[in-house]
């Protein structure tokens, strides 16, 4: 076996660490002109094989979708509780449900344009690309120590704010640039080796696990705010993580057991900074060629992909039936209509019956409030990002974690992170159109 990579020179880590970092930073967050249209690059490839290349991209989407249905029943991890028996089926239903809409056998009351069109089109196409692409184009942010090296710089911040270890940076990192999903495994590792006290687990697991930029990025392009790209992003990322400093310091989060095996970290005798260089250097010369990381996180993202496809489908479907037809929604709603109201939104009981969805899945807020003025629609992409727990996703990857989570502790920190995110992002939503910053 050749281990080559790992001698690599001094130099030679310090120019992938700073080119890569570099790469990294301007594919995800340095907006382009290309055709008339200004977003994000990696934004621009995923357009480009959805709208220029469709037929492609819908033959990989059914590939991907199959690979996600077929997979825990080959694996036998369909039956391993409820919940997964219960996805399972939800990604059955909803490779069945792209097939009817693609050949134009479903029901005509699916086939309405805010129904399996709007599913299909806007949101399982669309995440079915970005996925896979933005996993590729991520090898560049978390591969080469720009991670590491925030996670060091951090260190001195996390404990005082959020009652966490320096550490617990790179694992809020790790989500919001790859997945809950990753997150979660960082996370549930730590906490199994003694690192994290249940405490600490908990803030991680609920506070840090956001959807992934790629999520993000679909969210903001739903509501049709990718013009404001960067000033959504940063927003919703401040608001995030100012809501989890406030959940640490609440029940049940507060009640929790606070022991752990193994102390935080020792400060060093050097300076912070040149400490962080180094951790960046170090990990930027024991990292793998990079053909293997690309093969790597693009392999990551076609299993996230073709997991979360079929049942954003299905459970999109199911949303969006219960909105226009029962009542469930304006139900939930009313514990948040205080909250709408006081953030002096124009139709406070609309837009918290569509923000309440957000606990059955992340998208479907951003579904049914997309037609809204914009600060309904940027309080929606925010809220949909901060509330980090929902059914459909994060909540199963909790429970297959040895985090001490119940559902009941998760449902209410879902409701107060919610809650706080709301009064956040009206607050800021309406400086940055004072401030000409969104309109």
């Known amino acids: ?25 301007a594919l995800f967050f340095v907006p382009i002109t290309i055709g008339g249209k200004r977003t994000i690059a990696f934004d621009h490839m995923a357009g480009y094989l959805v709208n220029e290349q469709r037929t492609l991209a819908v033959i990989l989407l059914f590939l991907l979708m199959i690979y996600g249905v077929a997979k825990p029943f080959v694996s036998g991890t369909w039956r391993s509780n409820a919940t997964n028996v219960v996805l399972s089926a939800f990604k059955v239903l909803g490779l069945v449900l792209a097939v009817m809409y693609v050949t134009g056998t479903a029901p005509d009351m699916l086939m309405t344009k805010d129904m399996l069109p709007f599913l299909f089109e806007k949101l399982a196409l669309p995440v079915g690309m970005i996925i896979p692409i933005g ?85 903001a392009k739903t509501l049709e705010l990718m013009p404001f790209w960067n000033v959504y992003f940063w927003s919703c990322l401040v608001i995030t993580f100012l809501v ?6 609440l029940p049940p989060i507060r009640n929790m057991d606070d022991q752990k095996t193994i102390t935080d970290e020792i400060d060093f005798n050097q300076s912070r900074l040149s ?39 299905a459970i999109g479907l199911f949303g969006l039936l219960l909105e226009k037809y029962t009542p469930v929604f304006d139900i939930l709603g009313l514990a948040l209509v205080p909250f709408t109201w006081l953030g002096g939104l124009s139709d406070p009981m609309g837009a918290a019956k569509g923000l309440s969805s957000g606990l059955a899945e992340m998208f479907l807020p951003a579904l049914l409030l997309a037609q809204n003025d914009v600060l309904t629609r940027y309080v929606t992409a925010v809220v949909s990002v901060s509330s980090v727990v929902f059914f459909s996703g994060m909540v199963p990857c909790v429970l297959a974690t040895k985090i001490p989570l119940s559902v009941a502790q998760m449902v209410l920190i879902w409701f107060i992170r919610v809650a706080l995110s709301i009064l956040f992002a009206c607050a800021f939503g309406h400086l940055a159109i004072h401030l000409g910053w969104i309109y």
Do not use: C
């Open 244 to 249: 989890t400093a406030i959940t640490a310091r």
């Open 135 to 219: 996993a590729l184009m991520l090898s560049f942010l978390i591969a080469f120590g720009l991670l590491e090296m925030m996670g060091v710089i951090m260190q001195p911040v996390m404990r005082p704010i959020w009652r966490t270890p320096g550490s617990s940076a790179i694992d809020a990192v790790a989500s919001f640039v790859g997945s809950y999903s990753v997150g979660l495994l960082i996370t549930d590792r730590v906490y199994l080796k003694g690192a994290y006290s249940a405490k600490e687990a908990a803030i991680i697991a609920t506070g840090f696990s956001t959807v992934s930029t790629a999520f993000v990025v679909i969210v």
């Open 275 to 313: 400490q962080a260089w180094q951790t960046g250097v170090q990990t930027a010369k024991s990292a793998p060629p990079l053909y293997r990381v690309l093969g790597q996180n693009l392999w990551d993202g076609i299993q996230m992909s073709a997991a979360v496809v079929p049942a954003i489908i």
């Open 1 to 25: 076996m050749n281990n080559n990579h790992h001698y690599k020179s001094n130099t030679l880590a310090v120019i992938q660490m700073t080119g890569f970092s570099l790469l990294g930073i």
